[in-house]
């Protein structure tokens, strides 16, 4: 959703390198429209590849450090974990443990928050915490478990649909 996955047999898969990351058309402008409007922008991720081993740590945090040397972000927040039953911890999506400590780090008020993301754990992960959920849908071979709040076909998208919203919020 940030960055260009890499798709085979119509599933996401992370980048294995530097050389592989792709920011997407439109993610710059779309953080930067809503760092201007004032919102605090956290990215959350699961990195299961490293908890399995299949990826070094130091990898992922390249990346993320050039991620955020790319855009305006405000506050990374990572599971390790490597899931499929093998870890039971709050952090992995669609657990919202990410959501809830970035928002008790930063003085954010889940329920005036919205989470966007491009799979199933996302949204869920946005329902739990008690964020609006928009899905940007790239038609993952991957079924929703909750329905989004909102659908989009890109960040930009989103970035506007957030934008409309906020306007008509009370202040």
């Not at 506050?75 to 974990?81: G, L």
């Amino acid at each position: 959703m940030i960055n260009r996955a890499l798709v085979r047999d119509n599933k996401p898969y992370p980048p294995s390198s530097l050389a592989e990351f792709e920011l997407l058309p439109g993610v710059a402008e779309a953080c930067a429209k809503l760092k201007q409007a004032g919102f605090l922008l956290v990215v959350t991720t699961n990195q299961p590849d490293v908890g399995r081993g299949t990826i070094p740590q130091e990898l992922v945090e390249s990346l993320h450090a050039h991620m955020c040397r790319e855009l305006p972000l405000d506050r990374v927040e990572v599971c390790y974990h490597p899931g499929k039953g093998a870890s039971d911890c709050d952090c992995r999506k669609p657990k919202p443990g990410m959501l809830l400590r970035a928002a008790q780090e930063l003085g954010v008020d889940l329920k005036q928050s919205f989470m966007v993301g491009d799979r199933w754990r996302d949204i869920d992960c946005g329902h739990a915490a008690g964020c609006t959920t928009i899905l940007v849908d790239y038609n993952y071979d991957e079924p929703l478990r909750l329905p989004p709040h909102h659908r989009a076909h890109s960040l930009a998208e989103a970035a506007d649909i957030i934008l409309a919203l906020a306007r008509k919020r009370p202040v």
